[in-house]
């Protein structure tokens, strides 16, 4: 594992934003949509990817030993998340950590109108989410750092975006309709995940960016999702992992193992609820959604109770799952 340093020094970095709607993909000029976060009332407490790393983080690293958790049963992820307004369709949800104190809080995102599913937002300042062309390396992320920012500063900032391709709308191994990540700014941790979520019920085919109809949830089956990316740390200092996730759709549960090459680092399980997921095993809660048509990809946060470690994940390119 690799991993990616950057500072917290603080800077005013107030960068103006060209937008491009045509970037999209076939958006025919129609204005982009836009996702923000809604405060919560609460105050809970393969080349080789890269991760990331802030200075003076000590010898944090996620390869440590996860143990059984006997101390702490309190669950962290009480916020509501990945809960939005039954027509919402570019929805997610945002999981900030303090890395002074430890407090965790999470924030639901839903639609703006003249945002769009390549900008995140975070405390009023759009942060521009990196794309590829269609011939590059799709797996992975890309570093994000202070110049991203647009519209406004947080300082100094750093973290990562999954890698995917606004050019490849029909390629089941894109990332087409989710987003998900980290943003490190002033000793938090933003772990990200955004997208088109996918309709419980119905066809949603008036999508105002260019992107193809999406199509219900399955109703039963067994899937695997062929490609995943995580991101898993503490404190700032994030790993960049493989994601191996499946989906029961007759039992409703989902299942995540998380691997450095053939070496699993976290395995973790929740129970599919809609279009949404969340579960507490292991010592190890999550919540997260699926994205595109037919729950085509996937992503969430998670966060472990004892340790602390936590980081985001999603996978793409949903296959039957024949192994069982």
């Known amino acids: 594992m690799q991993k990616l340093h950057f500072s917290f020094i603080a800077t005013a970095c107030v960068l103006m934003l060209s937008a491009c709607s045509s970037s999209s993909g076939g958006g025919n000029g129609t204005a982009p949509i836009f996702l923000t976060e809604i405060p919560d009332s609460s105050n809970n407490t393969q080349p080789a990817p890269p991760s990331v790393t802030p200075p003076n983080a000590g010898n944090t690293s996620a390869d440590h030993a996860v143990q059984p958790n006997m101390e702490d049963n309190t669950p962290k992820l009480t ?10 369709r570019l929805t997610g949800a945002i999981l900030s950590i303090n890395s002074a104190n430890g407090s965790v809080s999470g924030k639901n995102l839903h639609n703006v109108e003249k945002e769009t599913l390549e900008s995140l937002f975070i405390d009023n300042v759009e942060i521009a989410l990196k794309t590829l062309a269609a011939e590059d390396e799709q797996r992975g992320f890309n570093s994000l750092t202070t110049a991203d920012q647009k519209h ?42 955004q997208g088109l979520q996918t309709p419980i019920e119905g066809v949603w085919s008036e999508i105002d960016n260019g992107h193809a109809n999406l199509y219900p949830m399955p109703k039963s089956g067994k899937f695997v999702y062929k ?36 070496t699993e680092k976290l395995a973790f399980s929740a129970a599919i609820e809609g279009n949404t997921f969340n579960g507490n095993s292991h010592g190890v ?9 037919g729950a085509n990809q996937v992503g969430g946060v998670f966060y472990e109770s004892q340790s602390q470690y936590n980081g985001v994940f999603g996978a793409t390119d949903k296959r039957p799952d024949d192994s069982h």
């Open 79 to 88: 916020s509501p998340m990945f809960s939005s307004p039954k027509d919402a």
């Open 152 to 193: 406004g500063s947080l300082g100094e900032i750093s973290g990562a975006v999954n890698k995917t391709s606004v050019y490849s709308l029909y390629d089941q191994s894109v990332y087409q309709f989710v987003r998900f990540g980290v943003i490190n700014s002033n000793a938090h941790s933003h772990l990200f995940v």
């Open 227 to 262: 490609k995943g990316d995580a991101l898993y740390g503490k404190a700032g200092n994030y790993s960049a992992l493989s994601a191996e996730v499946r989906a029961d759709f007759n039992q409703k549960q989902l299942n995540v193992s998380l691997k450095d090459g053939q």
């Open 285 to 293: 809660e999550s919540k997260g959604a699926f994205y595109g048509s």
